[in-house]
C-alpha cells in the first residue's frame, strides 16, 4: 500500500481567503480556520493536510522580496516533514512569487503549488474551492515513490503551469493565468492528466535556499514618440542595477540616436539592460531585424521567451547572489530553472 502523502498548506493571503465587511462591502482577509469550513472537500483526499499561516494575512499587491525569503524559509522549515506544498496566494503577483520560489529552492525535489481565486471562497460562485481542492490533489499525487511534480507551478481554472513560465492575463475571468511559451504540467477535468513530457525531471538531492535578492531594478515598456529624457532618467536612477526593456514584437525598438545613447551610455556603467517582448507570446530574437540590430550592438542582453514577471525576479536573484557581471550576463541567457527556451 503505498504511503500517504503529507501535505502543508501556507496560507498568505489574498482573495481566496477574504470576506466582505462593512457597509461598503469591502473585501479582507480572514483566518485560515475560517477558510478550512469552507472546504470540507478537503477531509475526503488521501492526504495528511497541516496548515500554516501568515501572521497577518495580506494582499499579494503587497508582496516583495522580503515576503518570498520569508516564504521560502517556511518551506525550508518543513521541508523534511512534507511530501508537498500549497501556498494560498492572491493573483495580483502570484507568478512573480512562483518565479522567486523556483530560483530560492535549490534542488527542489517536492511539488510546490500555488493557487488563489478571483472570487473569495465564501461567495457562492467562488473559483476558490475547486483551485483549492485540486492543488492539494496535485501536491499529493505520487507514482513509483515519488511524487509527479518536483517544481513550483500555479493550478488555475483546471490548468496547472510551471511557475516561471506563467503570467496573470485577465483579471475577470476565472481562467485569470496563461503560459504561452510553455506547454501546460496537467489538466484537471474527470481525470487528473499530467503532461510528464513538459515536467521537470524528478532531482535527488537536499534542498537549500538561495534567497537573498537585490531589487534594484526597474521595467521600462517603449511606446511609439517616448522620449530619450525619460529613457535617461530611468536609466539614471540611483541604485540602479539593471533595467528590463520592454520591446516590440520580436526585440525591436526606436532607432533614435537619442535613445540609443542613453541605452548605451547605460550598459557602459555598468547596468544590465535586458531585452523582453511586449507580446504575450513569442520570444526577442535581436538581430533578425534593423531595428534590434543597435540594441544588440549597444550591449542590451536577449532575453529570449522569458515573460516580463521571470525576467524582473531572474534579475533580483542573480544580483541577490553577488555573481560576477561575466557570471551574470551568460546565465540570463540560459534556462536555470525551466523558465526560457533555449
Known amino acids: 500500500m503505498a504511503k500517504?502523502?503529507?501535505?502543508?498548506?501556507?496560507?498568505?493571503?489574498?482573495?481566496?481567503?477574504?470576506?466582505?465587511?462593512?457597509?461598503k462591502g469591502l473585501l479582507r482577509s480572514f483566518d485560515f480556520a475560517s477558510l478550512l469550513k469552507h472546504v470540507p472537500e478537503l477531509q475526503k483526499i488521501e492526504a495528511r493536510i497541516k496548515a500554516v499561516s501568515f501572521e497577518k494575512p495580506m494582499d499579494s499587491s503587497n508582496m516583495e522580496p522580503d515576503t518570498w525569503k520569508k516564504l521560502a524559509a517556511i518551506i525550508g522549515k518543513h521541508y523534511p516533514k512534507y511530501d508537498g506544498f500549497?501556498?494560498?496566494?492572491?493573483?495580483?503577483?502570484?507568478?512573480?512569487?512562483?518565479?522567486?520560489?523556483?530560483?530560492?529552492?535549490?534542488?527542489?525535489?517536492?511539488?510546490?503549488?500555488?493557487?488563489?481565486?478571483?472570487?473569495?471562497?465564501?461567495?457562492?460562485?467562488?473559483?476558490?474551492?475547486?483551485?483549492?481542492?485540486?492543488?492539494?490533489?496535485?501536491a499529493a499525487a505520487q507514482k513509483n515513490g515519488r511524487p509527479v511534480v518536483s517544481e513550483v507551478c500555479i493550478y488555475f481554472e483546471?490548468?496547472?503551469?510551471?511557475?516561471?513560465?506563467?503570467?496573470?492575463?485577465?483579471?475577470?475571468q476565472f481562467n485569470a493565468f496563461q503560459s504561452p511559451n510553455y506547454p501546460e504540467l496537467a489538466e484537471a477535468g474527470v481525470k487528473l492528466r499530467f503532461n510528464e513530457q513538459a515536467l521537470m525531471p524528478f532531482k535527488k538531492g537536499k534542498l537549500e535556499l538561495r534567497s537573498e535578492m537585490d531589487p534594484s531594478v526597474a521595467i521600462l515598456k517603449l511606446f511609439p514618440g517616448i522620449q530619450p529624457a525619460v529613457v535617461s532618467a530611468v536609466m539614471n536612477a540611483k541604485g540602479l542595477k539593471a533595467v528590463i526593456l520592454e520591446t516590440f514584437g520580436a526585440g525591436n525598438a526606436s532607432t533614435d540616436p537619442r535613445f540609443l545613447e542613453a541605452?548605451?551610455?547605460?550598459?557602459?556603467?555598468?547596468i544590465y539592460v535586458?531585452?523582453?517582448?511586449?507580446?504575450?507570446?513569442?520570444?526577442?530574437?535581436?538581430?533578425?531585424?534593423?531595428?534590434?540590430?543597435?540594441?544588440?550592438?549597444?550591449?542590451?542582453?536577449?532575453?529570449?521567451?522569458?515573460?516580463?514577471?521571470?525576467?524582473?525576479?531572474?534579475v533580483m536573484w542573480l544580483l541577490g547572489q553577488k555573481h560576477s557581471p561575466k557570471a551574470i550576463k551568460k546565465m540570463l541567457t540560459e534556462s536555470l530553472r525551466g523558465e526560457l527556451t533555449e
Open 4 to 23: 500517504q502523502a503529507s501535505i502543508l498548506i501556507i496560507y498568505t493571503g489574498g482573495t481566496i481567503g477574504m470576506v466582505r465587511v462593512g457597509k
Open 158 to 172: 483546471y490548468k496547472l503551469y510551471r511557475g516561471n513560465r506563467s503570467h496573470k492575463y485577465n483579471a475577470e
Open 274 to 314: 535586458l531585452n523582453i517582448t511586449q507580446c504575450n507570446a513569442g520570444a526577442v530574437e535581436q538581430g533578425k531585424y534593423e531595428t534590434s540590430i543597435q540594441l544588440m550592438k549597444a550591449g542590451v542582453i536577449s532575453g529570449g521567451d522569458m515573460t516580463t514577471e521571470a525576467a524582473v525576479t531572474k
Open 86 to 138: 500549497v501556498v494560498l496566494h492572491g493573483s495580483d503577483t502570484m507568478a512573480y512569487t512562483a518565479f522567486a520560489l523556483s530560483f530560492m529552492l535549490q534542488d527542489l525535489s517536492k511539488p510546490v503549488v500555488l493557487t488563489g481565486s478571483q472570487l473569495p471562497i465564501g461567495i457562492l460562485r467562488t473559483d476558490g474551492k475547486e483551485n483549492f481542492v485540486t492543488a492539494v490533489e496535485i
Open 263 to 270: 541605452i548605451r551610455r547605460a550598459v557602459k556603467s555598468g
